[in-house]
T-cell receptor, first 116, second 111 residues
Framework: GAVVSQHPSRVICKSGTSVKIECRSL??????MFWYRQFPKKSLMLMAT?????????EQGVEKDKFLINHASLTLSTLTVTSAHPEDSSFYIC????????????FGPGTRLTVL | GQQLNQSPQSMFIQEGEDVSMNCTSSSIFNTWLWYKQDPGEGPVLLIA?????ELTSNGRLTAQFGITRKDSFLNISASIPSDVGIYFCAGHFFGNEKLTFGTGTRLTIIP
């Protein structure tokens, strides 16, 4: 149980284009999902908290117009990187918080974004 | 944002050896979690700790929630090749759903 999927796993795009990443909780409902960014050999840095049916809460220094988050259902959150630039290249990981139980966060497999 | 101090940063051990790593914080945490991350993958939850003093095992892994609520350790006994990866501690402050991550411990097994 507690499986979280992400799609796509890898994406390469040209500078200036927008990229959408999906995060799904497959076997549980998640009122809250989280988006992280990870640079090589670094720890995970929280970008934003996504709440179903309401606006996302962004961490300090994260541009909300650059990283659009939509949490339209209890099992799906999307992150759209708008007008991507090479410095946006990174490993993006989502997690979903199990609404029941102890509220443990379960992580997706990550999406490797490369902007040319 | 705040990070947890995790040590050691890296470990080079031989197969069969025991491993110990720990995490400390200047603030009190309500929960402690240990994750393992393989290259190109997301973190996978290993052990979750919810009470001060709690000692929990998961196969060859054992973790403890420090009495002061400011630290936790993870032990791996009789390491095997598939233990290679990066181990992260993480925790919640009381009433905060956001996770704070440690800096990670990279485990390498020397043939």
């Amino acid at each position: 149980g507690a499986v979280v999927s992400q799609h796509p796993s890898r994406v390469i795009c040209k500078s200036g284009t927008s990229v959408k990443i999906e995060c799904r909780s497959l076997d549980f409902q998640a009122t809250t999902m989280f988006w992280y960014r990870q640079f090589p050999k670094k720890s995970l840095m929280l970008m934003a908290t996504s709440n179903e049916g309401s606006k996302a809460t962004y961490e300090q220094g994260v541009e909300k117009d650059k990283f659009l988050i939509n949490h339209a259902s209890l099992t799906l959150s999307t992150l759209t990187v708008t007008s991507a630039h090479p410095e946006d290249s990174s490993f993006y990981i989502c997690s979903a918080r199990n609404s029941g139980g102890a509220g443990t966060q379960y992580f997706g497999p990550g999406t490797r974004l490369t902007v040319l | 944002g705040q990070q947890l101090n995790q040590s050691p940063q890296s470990m080079f051990i031989q197969e069969g050896e025991d491993v110990s790593m720990n995490c400390t914080s200047s603030s009190i945490f309500n929960t402690w979690l240990w994750y393992k991350q393989d290259p190109g993958e997301g973190p996978v939850l290993l052990i979750a700790l919810y009470k001060a003093g709690e000692l929990t095992s998961n196969g060859r892994l054992t973790a403890q929630f420090g009495i002061t609520r400011k630290d936790s350790f993870l032990n791996i006994s009789a390491s095997i090749p598939s233990d290679v990866g990066i181990y992260f501690c993480a925790g919640h402050f009381f009433g905060n759903e956001k996770l704070t991550f440690g800096t990670g411990t990279r485990l390498t097994i020397i043939p």
